[in-house]
């Protein structure tokens, strides 16, 4: 099979070995996948990682091997790790696979990724698509499960203020998913071009040139992965306020961490997410995410789309596989 393989080079195989579920597996096809910044980062060394790239997909279940055949011939969405199992892991218990010590990541740790014509995984972490999402929007469901993990980690109060910072991916799919709840959002960028997706459907937006830096803000989601937003992002925390943080910050410089113990701000890290409450957010048609594809590459031409993923302008680029 067809498959973008990441071994000393990023390389596209033409006959990859066609993975075989094993019990409690599904036998997935391939029908579109999304390029995620950390699929980049594995080709600069990020985890070790060689074998097949991609997390993010949309596919059809071609095989089951379980006595469970319910999802076989359905289009489904796959979580991104699945745990040990074992009775006595407090992770796989509550379903928090992306702790569980022992676990296995598409693309990322241990197990073969999503940019192939087929992939398995067990049938715990494969979720049927609705029939009203399209394989465009279904693509999105990691990231966007990813931005509503914040209100399963945080309360955040009706009448409370929230302002993300950072206007790439993962900063505009957070303000979408946090404004389809109704919640009271603002995002922050250098770039008005992407700023536009965002404020045409509904979220207020800023210029971080025009931004009054105060600490008037409840919640501060800071997704730019830099040390200049991390510090901007706590200069915007009022006291007792929450800094969320979506990216990881890979920090250069010393910074000053003394306003977190003076003004009693909580920093919550937040990771992945539940795949269910973000299906449900696009089975609702609150979320449109068609503004940030960039572009959408065949199988064959799976090199020149991440190549296109490094342009500086570039939001989301799918990869689609044909049957």
Not at 209 to 217: R, S, V
Request: net charge negative.
């Amino acid at each position: 099979m067809k498959a973008v393989v990441f071994d000393e080079g990023l390389k596209l195989v033409n006959d990859y070995k066609k993975p075989v579920p094993q019990k409690g597996e599904a036998l997935v096809r391939v029908t579109l996948a999304g390029i995620c910044n950390t699929d980049y980062e594995i080709t600069k060394g990020y985890m070790g990682y060689k074998g097949i790239l991609g997390h993010e997909a949309v596919g059809v279940v071609e095989e089951i091997n379980d006595e469970d055949q319910s999802l076989l011939g359905k289009r489904v969405v796959p979580e991104i790790s699945y745990g040990c199992k074992k009775t006595d892991c407090p992770y796989c218990a509550e379903k928090l696979y992306r702790h569980c010590p022992d676990r296995h990541t598409l693309g990322i740790w241990r197990k073969d990724g999503v940019f192939a014509q087929y992939f398995t995984m067990p049938l715990e972490t494969l979720f049927e698509v609705p029939d009203n999402v399209s394989d465009e929007q279904a693509v999105f469901t990691e990231p966007l499960a990813a931005a509503c993990e914040i209100t399963e980690q945080l309360h955040i109060k009706p009448f409370q203020k929230v302002i993300i910072l950072g206007d790439g991916k993962l900063g505009l799919i957070t303000a979408l998913a946090l404004n389809a709840q109704n919640y009271d959002v603002t995002l922050v960028g250098k770039h008005q071009n992407k700023l536009d997706i965002a404020h045409a459907q509904g979220v207020k937006t800023k210029l971080l040139n025009d931004l009054k830096i105060e600490k008037i803000y409840d919640v501060v989601v800071e997704a730019t992965g830099s040390v200049s937003g991390f510090e901007t992002s706590l200069a915007l925390t009022k006291p007792r306020g929450v800094l969320v943080l979506k990216s990881t910050v890979a920090a250069s410089k010393e910074f000053n961490l003394a306003p977190i113990v003076i003004d009693e701000i909580t920093v919550l890290g937040s990771r992945c997410g539940q795949f269910g409450p973000a299906l449900r957010l696009l089975k609702s048609g609150k979320v449109d995410f068609s503004p940030l594809i960039s572009a959408k590459y065949k199988a064959d031409d799976a090199l020149e789309a991440f190549e296109k993923n490094k342009e500086k302008e570039t939001l989301k680029v799918l990869i689609e596989f044909d049957k």
